[in-house]
């Protein structure tokens, strides 16, 4: 293939993709190039079925250098790049997300993507750049997908919407949003807002995906000069008449009941008895083929099953629960129920249960945060737990997946528009919530579950957030209904999973997945204006738990007070070699963080130890001013006079006139070094020496 070019001016800036060059052996291969990031996208699909079986066995790897930003990793003994970032996680997921509906659910090759970040300028996001080169590079390939999809970034600042603002309009902007769809449909979104009215919410979904619709158009102009044909997938498939027996023998045992029983593990076992009765009538019937129609049987039933849900809702708005289209399972919420922990919070909806503890520690405990990126510090903090019995499972528990950083992050982001300022509450924030039973949208009962902890931790948030997951169901003809509160059948067998979180002023986070090939921008709008009611009603709920944050924290939570000095005054505290800070903490038990601006904060459990560090810290840095007395403690004389210290580390000079008004021969006949003295500041001269006099009457 001859190395090309494509470009297209889009936000201001060009956006080049170029084909023919690096790594030409995959089925597709593209370099995407916007300002000065530049992302590598291959991909490659195998020549027949996957060996694993039971689903579409896509791969998506997003792999960030730290080249790509001229730096090296920051650890003395490892410098090799190994387990990738939350950050790199999270990309990839977006990546995955975007670029999985439009394939054949049917397909069994194994498909892999791998987007690798060469080159990163700290304005230009790679997580858009990644999914436009991956859309192009499956787009050019011969790996059948019903793409393009294009993505863009979009943020507001002043009112005023921005097509992929650079890092500081997102900072300072009310809307950070990634869209990413197809030329007529939305697919994907990710979103962090500061309580953004869900009317605003909707201009910003059209604003971007008017862009979206130029890149899918360049897109096509490459595939059109350098796409390859597209090969014939491993699918998988039978007979079509033994496919539709499987199906009738499904529906003669009543599936329809089954999905519509009120219980879930109701449901999953009457699932497995006739799953395993179909199977056993096709062995005997088809004793050849058994391995094979057990996978094909598994198909027709989820695909007979998404039929009948769909039919169900559009048709009769018949839900498996029984519930109404709008109405949002029983809440049930709970404050304060650990005795030790700083906070707590248990919030349950319908059979999905979070608890979610909240951890105050000191300035000190931040996170520190380096990747390919950037290189920040973290005050808030959210983990997200999925342990195997929430779902009633047995599997090894080896730390948190890709679906665990993307749930926890998601939550995370929830609450950071009402978290208060550092100035304001300086404690660093640690939540975790644990999932102890999942039937749909664990991660928006812990955003629930995040604002009730809080609260009871005593945290002054500035609004509380609450969540929901809301669902679609689309026919043919594009007609839909808008589920409110999915649970776990629904999610799967519907066409849309949309988390929406916020406060009574507006949007905070939003989350949107799809197993169609997209939603349209009417169809967002009516989500988010029933989201915008039913998150409403679950706020409602919370609140008569906790009405808002408690007045006294926990008496195990540590107190943090709060300094500010002269920022030339830190070396008196630090002391040579940290001597003195060491002597403070050692003798006190406390933790003491200093900033550069001067800024210090005192951490402890004991409200005595902090006080006597203040104290100890406001003596070592206090700027003496004249008139103020002190007892002095003398620490040299000399003819003159006799030197005294007021402060640690401060002396001043008492001289032998101010003694007495009476005339002294020798200072050693009044005074001895160690002898405490009270004087007052008399004057500090333009050099800042001190002048003190002993003549106080």
């Not at 170029?18 to 052996?25: N, S, V």
């Not at 039971?54 to 790049?81: N, T, W």
């Not at 807002?193 to 862009?211: L, N």
């Amino acid at each position: 293939m001859a190395h090309k070019k494509w470009s297209l001016q889009i936000g201001g800036r060009e956006l080049v993709i170029e084909t023919g060059l690096l790594a030409k052996q995959a089925n597709g291969a593209v370099t995407v190039r916007y300002g000065d990031t530049v992302v590598l996208a291959t991909a490659v699909m195998s020549k027949g079925a996957s060996r694993i079986g039971g689903y579409f066995p896509l791969m998506v790897d997003y792999e960030e250098r730290y080249y790509a930003a001229g730096k090296i990793k920051g650890s003395r003994f490892i410098k090799r790049e190994g387990r990738p970032s939350d950050e790199a996680v999270l990309t990839g997921r977006v990546v995955d997300r975007t670029i999985r509906p439009l394939f054949n659910a049917r397909m069994r090759n194994d498909v892999q993507v791998v987007v690798t970040v060469l080159s990163i300028d700290g304005e230009n996001d790679p997580a858009i750049v990644s999914m436009i080169a991956a859309s192009t590079a499956l787009s050019i390939s011969n790996i059948p997908w019903n793409g393009p999809i294009g993505a863009v970034r979009v943020g507001r600042l002043n009112g005023e919407f921005i097509l992929n603002p650079v890092n500081g309009e997102v900072t300072d902007g009310d809307i950070d949003l990634i869209i990413a769809g197809t030329k007529d449909k939305i697919n994907m979104i990710e979103a962090g807002m500061k309580e953004v009215p869900e009317e605003d919410v909707a201009k910003a979904f059209s604003f971007g995906h008017t862009a979206i619709q130029k890149i899918t158009e360049l897109i096509d102009e490459v595939v059109a000069e350098v796409g390859a044909a597209k090969a014939e997938p491993a699918l998988l498939a039978a007979d079509p008449a033994i496919e539709k027996e499987i199906k009738e023998l499904y529906l003669a045992e009543n599936l329809s009941e089954i999905l519509y029983h009120k219980e879930k593990f109701v449901i999953e076992e009457k699932m497995k008895v006739i799953k395993e009765k179909i199977n056993t009538i096709l062995k005997e019937k088809y004793p050849e083929d058994a391995d094979k129609l057990k996978e094909i049987a598994e198909q027709v039933f989820e695909e007979t099953s998404d039929e009948i849900v769909h039919q169900n809702i559009l048709e009769k708005e018949q839900r498996p629960d029984g519930r109404k289209l709008n109405e949002v399972r029983n809440i049930s919420c709970l404050v304060g129920l650990l005795p030790r922990t700083h906070g707590s919070a248990v919030f349950t909806r319908g059979e999905t249960q979070a608890l979610t503890v909240t951890t105050l520690g000191s300035p000190g405990d931040e996170q520190f945060i380096d990747t390919m990126e950037v290189d920040i510090k973290k005050r808030y903090i959210h983990h997200y737990n999925f342990p195997p019995f929430s779902v009633g499972e047995v599997r090894p528990m080896r730390g948190p997946g890709r679906r665990e950083i993307g749930h926890g992050a998601l939550a995370e982001r929830a609450l950071v528009p009402v978290i208060p300022a550092k100035e304001a509450f300086p404690y660093t924030i640690l939540l975790v919530s644990e999932i102890l039973e999942s039937n749909g949208s664990s991660s928006m009962a812990s955003t629930c579950g995040s604002t009730l902890s809080l609260m009871d931790a005593g945290v002054p948030i500035i609004r509380p957030v609450s969540g929901i997951a809301m669902g679609i169901i689309v026919g043919k003809d594009d007609k839909f209904k808008v589920l409110t509160d999915i649970q776990g059948l629904e999610d799967h067998y519907g066409d849309m999973d949309f988390k929406a979180a916020g406060t009574v002023n507006g949007i905070t986070a939003l989350q949107m997945d799809v197993k169609v090939d997209g939603i349209t921008v009417e169809m967002l709008t009516a989500v988010l204006s029933q989201s915008k009611i039913n998150r409403a009603e679950i706020l409602d709920i919370m609140l008569s738990t906790i009405p808002t944050h408690r007045e006294n924290m926990s008496q195990y939570a540590p107190r943090i007070i709060t300094m500010h000095i002269n920022p030339s005054k830190i070396r008196n505290v630090i002391g040579t070699g940290g001597k003195i800070i060491n002597e403070i903490i050692d003798e006190t038990g406390v933790q003491i963080d200093i900033e550069d601006d001067g800024s210090i904060f005192i951490t402890s459990v004991d409200e005595a130890s902090a006080k006597k560090a203040e104290q100890w810290i406001d003596n070592l840095t206090h700027e003496v001013k004249p008139g103020e007395a002190f007892n002095a403690k003398v620490t040299r004389l000399m003819t003159f006079g006799a030197f005294a210290e007021i402060l640690p580390g401060q002396e001043g000079l008492i001289h032998i006139s101010e003694f007495s008004d009476k005339r002294i021969d020798h200072i050693e006949d009044i005074v001895k070094v160690g002898d405490i003295v009270p004087v007052k500041v008399k004057l500090i001269d333009d050099q800042g020496r001190i002048n003190l006099t002993a003549k106080i009457n």
